[in-house]
C-alpha cells in the first residue's frame, strides 16, 4: 500500500514539474523506471555489500535542480570528485550549491555524538533529498560509492530510499599491479585507481622493480632509467621468448618519473588511496644489475630479461655480502621515502635464489664476520639492516613471507603470498600481517575452463576469491590489517588485460575486505556481480563472464573408462552438451548432473552454458585426451 502511495506521489511531483523542467520528460520516465524496478523487488546492488541496508519505498529523482552540498572545506575535492561523476553518469548539469530542496547532503559530524564508525558512513536516502554523514573524508567518499551504485545503471536517474550504515572490516585493501613485466603508463594506473576506489580499495601497491624492467625514476642512479627500465621487445608466449641479442636495441619499456609519480599520488590522494612502492630486492632484481652489473655477486653482464627463458641461471640477487650494494639501497630508499607519503615501503624479500651467496667471497666474509650460520640469516641480515635503513628515513618495512626465514626483522609486517602459513607464523610473533595467499588473491592465474582463456598458470576462480576468509582461526584478527588482491603482468600484456583479470575476481576480494563476514553469500554476489557488469559497460571497463562457464571434472570410472561431470560457478544456469562435433544449445542433451561418457569412437566434447534459455556461457569444446591428460596429472578442474 505505502509503495503505491509513494508511486501515485512521485508521478504527481513529476506531473508537477514536468511543465516547467526541461527534464521533465526524463523525470517522468524515472518515475516510471521505479515503477518497474520495485515490481522486480530488491533495487539496491551494492559491492561490497554495506553492513546495513534498510530499503525504504520510494526514490530520490535527481533533476535539473538537484544541487550537492558539501559541509566543510575537507570536503572541498571529493565535492568537486563527486559532481563531476554524477554529471558523466546522468547527462545532467547537477552543480554544488548552499542548499535548499532536492540537495545531496555531503556531511562531516563528530565521533563521540555520531556513532559512525571510522571510514565508516551513513547513508539516508529520501524522496526530497540525500544525506551522507561521516566523520571522516574517506567516510564520506565511500559513502558516495555506495550512492553511486544506487542509481541504476543506463536507466533514468532515480535513487531507491534507503537507510544504510556501513564500515570497512579491514583497513587494508589492495590491489597490487606489476608494473615491470609489463609497464602500464601514468593514465592507465589512474584509469586502475578510478575503477578500484568504486569498490572501496584503498592501497595500490605498485611492483616497481623486477629483472625485466626498473621503472620509478632515481635521480642519483640515473642508469636504472636510462638503461634498466628497457627491453628488447618481444610479442607472443611470455617465458618462450627469444632471449636479446647481442646488439638489439632495448625499445620496449617506460619509467615514471618522479613528477609522474607525484601526480599519481595525489591523484590516488584525492581518492583515498595510498600508493604502497615495491622495490624488490634482494632477488629479482635483474633490472638493478643490468644498470649496475658490479652489485651482483658473479658481476656479469646481463640484459634486462625480456621475458626469455634464460640460457644460464641468471645472478638476479644482490651480492649482500658487498657494501656498494647497501649504498645504492641507501640512494634508492632515500628518495623513495622521500617522494611516497606511505608509512610502508615494500622490500619483496621472494624467492632469492641464494646459490651465488654460498660461494661469492664477499657474501661468505659478510657471513663469518656477522657469525652468520647460512645463507638464509644472510638474507635475515640484509633485511634487518634494510629495516634499520628505513626506519632511519621514518618507514616500515613491509616483504613478502619469506623475510620470516632466518630471523623476522623486530618491526617488519608481513605479506603472505604462499598460502596463509607465514601470515600466521608472523601473527603470532606479534607482527603485523596482510593476507595474500596466491590460491586466492592471485589475478593472474585462470578465472575459469582454460581452453577459452588466455594462457596462464594456475586457478584462481571467482568462488576461490569469494569464499576465502583473511582470519584463519586461532589468529586475532587485530594482527591482519587486510589484504590485496596481486596482478603480477608476466601475460598481462596490455591494459584491457589487467581489467580482464582484475574484474569480477576485484569484486570478490572488494566484499572480503570491506564487508562483515556474516554478510557473504554467493548467490548475492553474484546477482549483484551482473548489476556490476551493466555499469562496467557503461563506463568501457573489461570484465570476465568465465564464471558463466562451465566446470569439467574429469575421472576415471571403475573400468577406467572417463567420466565427465559438469557444473557452474554461478547456479541457476543449464548445461547443454554435444559428442558429434556440432554446437549445442537446448535441443541437445542437458547435463542431469549424472557423469557422462564418451560414447564409443568420440573424440571431442562440445558444452555450452544457457540461462533462461538464452547462451550465457562460452562454448567449451575440449578433445577426449585433454580430459585424460587432466586426470592424469590430478588436475580435475580445469
Ligand atoms: C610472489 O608471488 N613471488 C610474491
Ligand atoms: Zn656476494
Not at 189 to 218: C, P, T
Not at 415 to 434: D, E, I, K, L, Y
Amino acid at each position: 500500500m505505502s509503495l503505491l502511495l509513494n508511486t501515485l506521489n512521485i508521478i504527481k511531483v513529476m506531473a508537477n514539474f514536468f511543465l516547467r523542467s526541461p527534464y521533465a520528460l526524463l523525470a517522468l520516465l524515472c518515475s516510471f523506471a521505479f515503477l518497474t524496478a520495485t515490481a522486480d523487488g530488491g533495487r539496491i546492488h551494492i559491492i561490497p555489500e554495506p553492513v546495513s541496508v534498510t530499503e525504504k519505498p520510494g526514490a530520490f529523482v535527481l533533476r535539473q535542480g538537484t544541487t550537492v552540498v558539501v559541509e566543510g572545506d575537507s570536503l572541498a575535492t571529493t565535492g568537486t570528485w563527486f559532481t563531476g561523476q554524477l554529471r558523466e553518469l546522468t547527462g545532467m548539469p547537477i552543480q554544488q550549491g548552499r542548499g535548499g530542496k532536492q540537495a545531496i547532503i555531503l556531511d562531516i559530524v563528530h565521533q563521540d555524538k555520531s556513532g559512525i564508525h571510522p571510514n565508516g558512513y551513513s547513508l539516508s536516502v529520501t524522496p526530497s533529498g540525500v544525506r551522507i554523514a561521516a566523520t571522516d573524508p574517506a567516510g564520506i567518499f565511500y559513502g558516495l560509492q555506495t550512492l553511486l551504485q544506487m542509481i541504476p545503471a543506463g536507466q533514468a536517474p532515480a535513487i531507491p530510499c534507503a537507510d544504510i550504515t556501513d564500515y570497512p572490516r579491514f583497513a587494508w585493501r589492495g590491489l597490487m599491479l606489476d608494473v615491470s613485466r609489463h609497464f602500464f603508463t601514468k593514465a592507465e594506473v589512474e584509469k586502475y585507481i578510478d575503477a578500484m576506489v568504486r569498490y572501496k580499495f584503498n592501497v595500490l601497491h605498485l611492483h616497481l622493480s623486477d629483472d625485466q624492467g626498473w621503472r620509478i625514476e632515481i635521480k642519483s642512479l640515473p642508469q636504472l632509467t636510462q638503461h634498466g627500465a628497457w627491453r628488447v621487445q618481444r610479442t607472443g608466449h611470455w617465458g618462450e621468448f627469444l632471449p636479446s641479442l647481442s646488439d638489439e636495441p632495448a625499445t620496449y619499456g617506460g619509467f615514471y618519473t618522479q613528477a609522474d609519480m607525484r601526480e599519481i599520488i595525489r591523484y590516488a590522494q584525492q581518492r583515498y588511496v595510498t600508493i604502497l612502492p615495491e622495490i624488490d630486492i634482494p632477488a629479482h632484481s635483474l633490472a638493478l644489475i643490468s644498470s649496475y652489473p658490479n652489485l651482483s655477486c658473479t658481476q656479469r653482464p646481463y640484459p634486462v630479461n625480456a621475458g626469455a627463458h634464460a640460457p644460464v641461471r641468471e645472478d638476479n640477487a644482490l651480492c649482500i655480502g658487498n657494501d656498494s650494494v647497501y649504498m645504492v639501497l641507501d640512494k634508492i630508499f632515500t628518495e623513495l621515502a622521500a617522494l611516497f607519503p606511505s608509512e610502508y615501503i615494500h622490500i619483496g624479500g621472494d624467492e632469492a635464489y641464494k646459490g651465488f651467496w654460498a660461494t661469492c667471497p664477499k657474501c661468505q666474509r659478510r657471513m663469518a664476520a656477522e657469525h652468520l650460520g647460512n645463507v638464509e640469516e644472510l638474507q635475515s641480515y640484509f633485511v634487518k639492516r634494510i629495516e634499520k635503513m628505513l626506519t632511519d628515513k621514518g618507514k616500515k618495512l613491509i616483504g613478502w613471507d619469506e623475510i620470516l626465514e632466518g630471523g623476522l626483522a623486530p618491526s617488519a609486517t608481513v605479506m603472505s603470498w604462499r598460502g596463509m602459513a607465514g601470515g600466521v607464523t608472523a601473527a603470532r610473533m606479534g607482527h603485523a600481517v596482510v593476507m595474500t595467499p596466491w590460491d586466492y588473491c592471485y589475478l593472474d592465474l585462470y578465472q575459469g575452463e582454460n581452453t577459452v582463456e588466455p594462457p596462464t598458470y594456475g586457478m584462481c576462480r571467482l568462488k576461490d576469491s569469494y569464499t576465502y576468509d583473511p582470519v584463519p582461526d586461532s589468529v586475532d584478527e587485530k594482527m591482519i590489517l587486510g589484504g590485496q588482491g596481486n596482478l603480477w603482468s608476466e601475460e598481462v600484456p596490455n591494459y584491457r588485460q589487467v581489467e580482464y583479470m582484475t574484474w569480477p575476481r576485484g569484486l570478490a576480494l572488494a566484499e572480503v575486505y570491506w564487508s562483515p563476514k556474516s554478510a557473504r553469500n554467493w548467490d548475492s554476489f553474484t546477482g549483484r556481480m551482473e548489476s556490476e557488469f551493466h555499469r562496467m559497460d557503461a563506463a568501457d571497463i573489461k570484465y570476465a563472464r568465465s564464471a558463466y562457464n562451465v566446470i569439467l571434472t574429469p575421472k576415471r570410472g571403475p573400468d577406467g573408462e572417463l567420466l565427465v561431470s559438469m557444473s557452474t560457478e554461478v547456479n541457476g544456469l543449464d548445461i547443454y552438451y554435444t559428442f558429434d562435433n556440432t554446437n549445442p544449445d537446448p535441443h541437445y542433451p542437458k547435463y542431469d548432473g549424472t557423469p557422462v561418457k564418451f560414447p564409443f569412437g568420440a573424440v571431442q566434447l562440445n558444452v555450452i552454458t544457457y540461462r533462461d534459455g538464452h547462451p550465457i556461457g562460452q562454448q567449451v569444446n575440449i578433445k577426449q585426451d585433454e580430459l585424460a591428460k587432466r586426470v592424469d596429472q590430478g588436475r580435475h578442474e580445469y
